[in-house]
Each structure stands twice: as structure tokens, then as C-alpha cells.
């Protein structure tokens, strides 16, 4: 040392959030060498910049690199850079302050939180990094020469409130941080970090993707290799990372080989992926993404622990899995890294749900995403088909949960209908094949294709021509209710509120049927007001029905009540809901009907009729697959009714 240390005192603040930080924040410890790298990193990079603005550096960049180095004796763990390194006067105000300001603003709120996940999502705000390495360290000694500079730094603390600071004599250009490492305790979470197979897992898993090569001296590397696990100490040091963050490279320079080994290695699929989707941004937010649609669902798709989101990196530096920020919930099985340039290594999921720029990359990688899968319906029609059949129902939920992307999503649907028993139809296509005329979308919704195709409510688009689309998915029930239209038609359900298809290619009905269904209505006004009567416990209103060809009758709701399917899934959701009724509508064309007509003109008061309407009723109900409110009542009606015919 060619002057006297000095011994500073941290600021007051400084001093109880340095305490925070190393005791109450960082659940997992193993981070503190992700945030040593990663300031490694940096001044790598910086020297790398500075050497190409100051003609007048002379610096050596043909070798940047991050080394550790192990000292099993001396228990101390150190990082080395070649950077930029830093001058006495960088050291004060970088490492013996903690923030600038605010400090104290933030310290009550941080004494406030309950507990150490939400004292992290404040914490995260501040570049406390380095503080995290105290967690792991007894002391922690830094040296320093700023590039162009001939004077070292040495800084060194126990993190206890004081620190020393001295100039150092011979220093090469760059920083070194050696850690005084406290002893293992897997029950305080402090793993063995003088253990070469613990760094390597450290550093894989945070920090694989830096730019700069990772080394470790073959002495360390080779310490705590068994001689069967495949991993001899080699003459020279090992690099520990790949540093082949596919994402920041061209897409032009990645091989489909590549896009396909690094999907497999982050999603642990053995498949290819379905599509690859490849984007950098730059501007006021810079951040690359590289995000994979697989080709199959994984098997827990729809629990309810499931984890979703991409990976979140920042500036090649491993942050969290499952950024759910960044995805949303129906598009929960795509995977990927999105690699932002400029978010704080301590950035915590609260943060990001309420990061403005966050908000707007999720907002476009969305659309990069749904437009993906908009061209794969276009140019690769049958592997689209493949993946709406695995992960349609997913994205439907987007119909209820994504407003601003409607449109896109609706342009994705597949669905069954009338048109072809096995292949499935776009909504563009079932709107190309519309009768000349129509201007609505036709929809039922049920349990099954067979259950649907079975029901009364097709009978008159069956026997006229009209296409209906099958729709048996859970949420299917809920979206149509809450999307309008698509490209200006709007969605109908055949099951519910007045369908009449007796209209022109103008949609006009003409005044003879006006005039046909104005005398039946009038024929049938006593037998439908008496049915009203008999059945108001069960339905709301009778009345004559355009959509029965071969049917007695049908139930159908008004247009805002809910299907049976829907209540029945609230219900069984613990949610109390009134009894719906619903509407009977009765074929006045069917045997069944006319005989009860002429019954009721000629023999209003006979007691059999009461329970005639109770079987049409009944009859109705079943057919739609729906449940008796007394099963054992209709059977013996039925029976009774059926031993005297005979």
C-alpha cells in the first residue's frame, strides 16, 4: 500500500438497508455470484465500448473475460474481470452507497412488509447487487485499476457499517471481488461454493448466455470431480458457459438445428417445435425474444398449478422462470426467452406486472405470436390444424381475457360444423359460405358432436340448408356470449330467442308466410295460453315454433339467458343462481301437437291433458340433454299413458 487506509462509516441508511439486504431479502443465496458475473459483465462491456470511442486507451481487448478462482485453504471464492475497472473515487460512490435517494422512504416501507418476497419487490427497485455477496461472506475484498489509469483501489468490509479504502500499488487493469466465505449450512440455505460442481451449476444456470467467457482455474474445476462422472480437470482453465444466446444472434445465422436443441433444452419436450418465432426490438426499451409454440400440449395444461410465462433474462443474465408478465394465461404453453436490456438484475414479479415498458412488450409479443400462428394457418394448413386440436380450447380463453386482440383471435378459430362431418371450419370460411342474405353466424353449443347434431334445434337449418357451426368445448359456452360478431356477423345460438328462415336473399319474409304464421298463431292462441298456464312452473312461454321440422318440441332460452350447460357449470362452481325458465316451443305441423290441439278444443277440462303437456314438456327436455326435475313422475306418466294406448 503506498498511503494509509482509511475507514469510512456507510450512511445511516445505507448501513440498515445493507443489513436488510443480507439477512431478511435474497431467498435464495446462490444469486450472489449471478450479480458478481453480471457486474463483471458490464465492465467488460464498458471497456470494450470505451476502447472504441478513446483512440487514446491503450488497453488490451483481444481477451476479455470473467475468471474464478477457488482457494480451498484460505476459503475464499474470487471473481476477476479485465474490464473497465474503477477509480477511488467510482468505489465511494458505487459501493459505499447503496442509492442516491430515497433511502429512507424506502427503508420504512421495506420495515413494513411482512415478509421477505414483498420486502424483495422493493428492494428490487435499487442496483444492490453486490451487497448480496455479504449473505454469503464473512468479508469481501475488492481491488480495482481504472483502464488509464496507473493508481489501484483496494476496498474491504465485513458488512457490519464500516468499510476501509487505500490506494494499491500494481494492480492490473480490471476488478477483482474475493469473498471470505462463510461455512456451508444447507438449513440457512449457504451451499458450498468452494465445491467446482456447485459454481458450474451457479453459473449454468444464470449465467450460460453471458457474452464473455466464464473460466475456472483446472485446479478448482478438477477439485470435486469423481472419477465417474465423466468431468477430468483439464491443463488449462474451463470455460464454464455456452454463450450461445441464440436470440441475440441474426435469425439469417441460427439453423433450424439450433431453433430445435435449445427449445428441447428449455421446454424438456422431445419434439420439434411447431413454430418459431424469432424478434428484437430497439428503441426506448431494447429487448430481444425468442419464443417457441410447441407442437403438442403438455399434459398439465389445464391444472391449475401449472406454470406459465417465458423466461426473463436481462442482458444475457438469467432472472426468473415462468415470467407471466410477459405471456398471458391462454397462450400459457408457448416458451421461450425474452432478454430485456434495460431492467435491474433485482426486478421482481410485482414490479413487472405493473411496468409500463413490460406492459408494452407483452403487448407485442402477443401480436408477433398470434400473427405466427395466423400465417401457419395460411401456409401450413394441416400442421395448423394439428395445433388448434392441442391447444384450441387454450386460446379460445383469450375471446374473455384479451379484448384489444379479438379480432386476431377470432381469425384463428377452428370449429366443427354442419358443412363437413370431419373437417373442421374457419370462421372466414363459414362466413364465404353464407346464404345469400344471411348475416348471422349460426352456433349450437353441447357436450358432444353427436349430442348437437341430434338435437331438435337443427332440424329447420338441416332441412334448409343452413350451416351451423358445433361448438363443445366448456369455454365455447361463455365466449359466444361475450363476443358480438365477427367481420359484421353476429353469432347466434339456434337455441336461443326467435330464429325464422322463411326470408328472401334480401332478408325479407314474404307477406304470404307473414300471413300463414299470423292464422296459425291464431289457430293455436287457446291451446298456448292454456299450455302457459298448465307449465308455469317450468317455462316462461309457449308459443309456435319455426325451427322444428320433425321434432313435437324444443326448449330454447331468450337471447341473454343462460344455457343449461352454463348453469349447470356455475352451479357446480358453488355460485346460487335462480331457476332459469326457459321457452317450449311446439311444432304445429307434428301429430303429437295437432292431437292435443283438437283434445284441448274438444275436451278442455279432461285431467289427462295436464299430464300430455307435462310428457311434451319432458320430451323436450331430454332431447336437449337436459335433467327432469322428477325423473320418476315422467316415467310413470310415460307408462301409464303408453298401457292405455295399447
Request: hydrophobic share 40%; glycine share 6%; aromatic share 6%.
Amino acid at each position: 500500500m503506498a498511503s494509509p487506509t482509511e475507514t469510512l462509516e456507510f450512511q445511516a441508511e445505507t448501513r440498515q438497508l445493507l443489513q436488510l439486504v443480507i439477512h431478511s431479502i435474497y431467498s435464495n443465496k446462490d444469486i450472489f455470484l449471478r450479480e458478481l458475473i453480471s457486474n463483471a459483465s458490464d465492465a467488460l462491456d464498458k471497456l470494450r465500448l470505451e476502447s472504441l470511442t478513446d483512440t487514446d486507451l491503450a488497453v488490451d481487448t483481444s481477451d476479455l473475460h470473467i475468471t474464478l478462482e477457488v482457494d480451498q485453504e484460505a476459503r475464499t471464492l474470487t471473481v476477476r474481470d479485465n474490464g473497465i475497472g474503477m477509480t477511488r473515487d467510482d468505489v465511494v460512490d458505487l459501493i459505499g452507497t447503496i442509492a442516491k435517494s430515497g433511502t429512507a422512504g424506502l427503508l420504512a416501507k421495506i420495515k413494513e412488509a411482512k415478509d421477505a418476497e414483498a420486502a424483495q419487490s422493493l428492494i428490487g427497485q435499487f442496483g444492490v447487487g453486490f451487497y448480496s455477496a455479504f449473505m454469503v461472506a464473512d468479508k469481501v475484498t475488492l481491488r480495482t485499476r481504472r483502464a488509464g489509469t496507473e493508481q489501484g483501489t483496494a476496498w474491504e468490509s465485513d458488512g457490519e457499517g464500516t468499510y476501509t479504502i487505500a490506494q494499491a500499488d500494481g494492480l492490473p487493469v480490471g476488478t477483482s471481488v474475493t469473498l471470505h466465505l462463510k461455512p456451508a449450512d444447507s438449513e440457512d440455505g449457504l451451499g458450498d461454493y468452494l465445491a467446482a460442481r456447485k459454481i458450474r451449476q451457479i453459473v449454468k444456470q444464470y449465467s450460460d448466455f453471458i457474452r464473455w467467457p466464464i473460466r475456472m482455474a483446472a485446479e478448482a474445476a478438477g477439485a470435486d470431480t469423481d472419477p465417474g462422472d465423466g468431468e477430468a480437470a483439464a491443463d488449462g482453465p474451463e470455460t464454464l458457459n455456452s454463450m450461445k444466446a441464440l436470440w441475440a444472434r441474426p435469425r439469417s445465422e441460427v439453423t433450424e438445428a439450433e431453433y430445435s436443441e435449445f427449445y428441447q433444452q428449455i421446454s424438456h419436450d422431445w419434439q420439434p417445435p411447431a413454430e418459431t418465432v424469432h424478434m428484437r426490438a430497439e428503441g426506448t426499451f431494447e429487448y430481444e425474444a425468442l419464443l417457441f409454440i410447441p407442437a403438442h400440449a403438455p399434459f398439465d395444461l389445464f391444472s391449475r398449478d401449472t406454470k406459465r410465462g417465458v423466461q426473463l433474462y436481462v442482458k444475457r443474465v438469467f432472472i426468473m422462470d415462468d415470467c407471466d408478465a410477459l405471456m398471458p394465461n391462454y397462450l400459457r404453453f408457448v416458451k421461450g426467452v425474452v432478454d430485456a436490456h434495460d431492467l435491474s438484475l433485482n426486478v421482481s414479479r410485482e414490479i413487472l406486472q405493473h411496468d409500463r415498458q413490460i406492459t408494452a412488450v407483452r403487448r407485442r409479443l402477443v401480436k408477433k405470436v398470434l400473427g405466427a400462428m395466423k400465417t401457419m394457418q395460411t401456409t401450413k394448413a394441416d400442421a395448423y390444424a394439428e395445433l388448434w386440436e392441442q391447444f384450441g380450447r387454450v386460446i379460445k380463453e383469450g375471446l374473455l381475457e384479451d379484448r384489444d386482440n379479438t379480432d386476431a383471435l377470432l381469425e384463428l378459430v377452428r370449429a366443427a360444423s354442419t358443412n363437413d362431418p370431419e373437417k373442421a371450419t374457419t370462421l372466414r370460411e363459414y362466413v364465404a359460405r353464407m346464404k345469400d342474405g344471411q348475416d348471422t353466424v349460426y352456433y349450437l353449443t353441447g357436450e358432444n358432436r353427436q349430442t348437437v347434431e341430434s338435437s331438435p334445434h337443427m332440424e329447420a337449418f338441416a332441412a334448409k340448408g343452413y350451416e351451423v357451426l358445433i361448438l363443445t368445448d366448456p369455454v365455447d359456452e361463455v365466449w359466444t356470449d361475450q363476443v358480438p360478431a365477427f367481420d359484421g356477423h353476429r353469432f347466434q345460438s339456434i337455441a336461443k330467442g326467435q330464429v325464422d328462415l322463411d326470408h328472401d336473399a334480401d332478408g325479407d319474409v314474404s307477406d304470404e308466410a307473414k300471413a300463414e304464421k299470423a292464422q296459425r298463431e291464431q289457430d293455436f292462441a287457446d291451446l298456448l295460453g292454456w299450455l302457459q298456464t298448465t307449465l308455469a312452473a317450468h317455462v316462461k312461454q309457449v308459443r309456435l315454433s319455426t325451427r322444428l321440422t320433425t321434432s313435437a318440441a324444443c326448449l330454447v332460452g331468450d337471447a341473454h339467458d343462460l344455457t343449461p350447460t352454463l348453469e349447470k357449470m356455475y352451479r357446480a362452481m358453488g355460485q346460487e343462481l335462480p331457476p332459469v325458465k326457459r321457452i317450449l316451443e311446439l311444432n304445429p305441423g307434428h301429430p303429437l301437437i295437432t292431437a292435443l290441439h283438437q283434445a284441448h278444443r274438444t275436451k278442455p277440462e279432461d285431467p289427462a291433458l295436464a299430464d300430455t303437456a307435462e310428457l311434451v314438456h319432458g320430451s323436450a327436455l331430454l332431447a336437449e340433454g337436459g335433467d327432469l326435475p322428477d325423473p320418476a313422475r315422467f316415467t310413470r306418466l310415460l307408462t301409464d299413458r303408453l298401457s292405455q294406448a295399447l
